[in-house]
């Protein structure tokens, strides 16, 4: 089965650059999706298709994927982007739906 | 009012089974497919089934195939998952969500707030 690789955390001050990783075999070869989970809440989409952006989230948000590493970027890291985030893509091998192990940012 | 909104969830003794439901609101629901996702206590999520709008295609995760029965009423809009023959394992906050059906049908465009199930004796 596919698997997707992501810290376990990361750390950054406020005001600057979060940067979240997902690793998978050839995952730039597929569509990586990005969830944002606060504590206590339902996930919430902040990418979709590797860098497209649903309404109502911050420009603040982009996304990469290419080779085996898909990234989430956040910029002006803002005390209310801690959370943590998972990464997902579908397995067509197995027609399975795929999370990552989630990252938790922590805004400094 | 766009919105999922989860039910049937409980404590329940190994071996036993429960049936949740997801009722929708504010959208057509026949016309997307939806998806059943729990997580654990400190676990990531994990994908458990999907339903296609016409309740006549379903996928299984391994771990609950057998076990879990995924349907559809989309005369009363409600998302249902039948577990039978519940395991500690299956302990989790258990959250139904909407196909990005336009965007990418292989994302998940909107969560309900789930519904707790513990499977304990």
Redesign the interface.
Known sequence: SYELTQPLSVSVALGQTATITCGGNKIGNK?V?W?Q?KPG?????VM??DS?R?SGIPERFSGSNSGNTATLTISRAQAGDEADY?C???DGST????????TKVTVL | QVQLVESGGGAVQPGRSLRLACAASGFSFSTYGMHWVRQAPGKRLEWVAIIWSDGNSKKYADSVKGRFTISRDNSKNTLYLQMDSLRAEDTAIYYCARVAVGIDVNAFDMWGQGTQVTVSS
């Open positions: 569509n999706h969830y989970q809440q339902a996930p919430v989409v979709y298709r497209n649903p998972y997902q893509v579908w027609a399975h739906f795929v999370f990552g192990a989630g």
